[in-house]
């Protein structure tokens, strides 16, 4: 059997129920990309809707469509990570599955790169010649608001707009930025450029951002909770793990629901100091651990008996993690003369590292 002839130009599309929109993007790639051997990767995070069944159904007629399946992943920068390792092409490109990047783009995108003319090519929103169709009010000076931000933080990156979820580039550029990235939420571009640590070839080409083929966007507040902590992680080089960042900053809330729970309790029911302490002690955990199964670690998060099995996890992780809390502080206090205002911080500091390495692992089963 004679090989087939490779694909040089491999499109990579996350898709989350999408059973209305890929057999017509597929349709559209075959006639646009008449003179390039390309292929489709789909990325999909186990959707509900029938789209793997519609996928299955186009691999099977055509070669060139691709499919990876994830269980128990959520998120569209991990899952375009994913397909553009899975591809062996030259050149990649990354778009969305709902028919809202103008598809008649790729030639030109593939032509950049092939000719060497750049490493990157990124479909704009806010150049002369593009646009964001029929966009509220509202949704459009939200997306306007987001790209000022990030070009303010990120002064390196002169893409005119860092959010796009349409681009392409080379693959060993790609590569440079691997390992560097968070992986997190939305801004896979933004992520890549800010990752590169050095300026690219960069190519921009304008388009109007259509509306919705079929089915409902996945944009939601968690997901701009994500661009913006991608944001924070960036500018700080990366010296905190993102994760941990939010896991801290939910512990300090939690500190201020104990003090809630603790003080109602004793003014507004009279109870004995013990019973106080030890319902704010069990509120705080709870609370604790709902927000960060929602906020922290939202990609990986448990539903159903699963939650009750990472409530009880991670109540015992905290638990010893306020043991640890306390033994040091108190060493440090009692044996080794520090003052109280440096032993407190260094026993939460331990108590809180020991929290989020045994509850990722553990609780959330986050690899890194
Ligand atoms: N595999 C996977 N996993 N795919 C996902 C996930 C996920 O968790 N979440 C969303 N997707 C897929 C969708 O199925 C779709 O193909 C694509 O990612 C974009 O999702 P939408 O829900 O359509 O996003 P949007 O239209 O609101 O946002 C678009 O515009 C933003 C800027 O305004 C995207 O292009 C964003 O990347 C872009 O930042
Ligand atoms: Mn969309």
Not at 47 to 56: A, C, F, P, Y
Not at 86 to 99: C, G, T
Not at 206 to 218: A, C, D, I, N
Not at 312 to 335: E, R, V
Request: glycine share 10%; aromatic share 8%.
């Amino acid at each position: 059997m004679d090989a087939l002839q490779a694909a040089r130009f491999s499109v990579v599309v996350p898709t989350l129920n999408e059973s209305g929109n890929v057999a017509e993007l597929v349709a559209r790639l075959a006639q646009v990309l008449g003179g390039v051997p390309w292929e489709v990767i789909f990325v999909d995070d186990d959707s509900q809707d029938g789209t793997r069944e519609v996928l299955r159904e186009l691999a099977r007629r055509d070669g060139r469509v691709r499919m990876i399946h994830r269980i128990g992943r959520r998120g569209l920068s991990s899952a375009v990570v994913e397909g553009v390792l899975a591809s062996a092409a030259p050149f990649v490109a990354v778009m969305d599955a709902d028919l809202q990047h103008d598809e008649s783009l790729l030639p030109r995108m593939f032509h950049a790169l092939n000719s060497g003319e750049a490493e990157l090519v990124v479909a704009s929103r806010y150049m002369e010649g593009g646009g964001v169709g029929n966009w509220s009010d509202s949704r459009r000076r939200l997306s306007r608001l987001a790209s000022r931000a990030t070009q303010l933080l990120l002064p390196g990156a002169a893409l005119s707009d860092p959010m796009s979820g349409f681009f392409a580039l080379r693959r060993e550029t790609f590569d440079e930025a691997a390992r560097r990235l968070s992986g997190i939420g939305f801004k896979i571009l933004l992520d890549i450029a800010s990752s590169l640590r050095r300026n690219v070839a960069l190519r921009e080409l304008p388009y109007r951002f259509r509306t919705r083929h079929s089915g409902q966007s996945k944009l939601s507040g968690q997901v701009l909770w994500e661009g913006l902590l991608l944001l924070l992680d960036k500018r700080m080089g990366g010296i905190l793990p993102l994760r941990f960042l939010a896991f801290s900053l939910v512990g300090g809330l939690g500190v201020a629901v104990h003090a809630a729970v603790f003080a109602a309790a004793r003014i507004f029911l009279g109870a004995a100091f013990v019973h106080a302490q030890t319902a704010a002690v069990g509120v705080a955990l709870s609370f604790n651990f709902l927000v960060n199964n929602r906020i922290t670690f939202g990609e990986s998060r448990l539903r159903g008996w699963a939650l009750l099995r990472g409530w009880l996890s991670f109540s015992l992780a905290c638990s010893i993690g306020a043991i640890a809390n306390i033994a040091l502080a108190t060493f440090l206090h009692d044996k080794a003369g520090l003052s109280s205002l440096l032993a407190v911080p260094a026993g939460i500091a331990v108590g809180a590292v020991w929290n989020y390495s045994i509850s990722s692992f553990y609780t959330w089963k986050v690899a890194r």
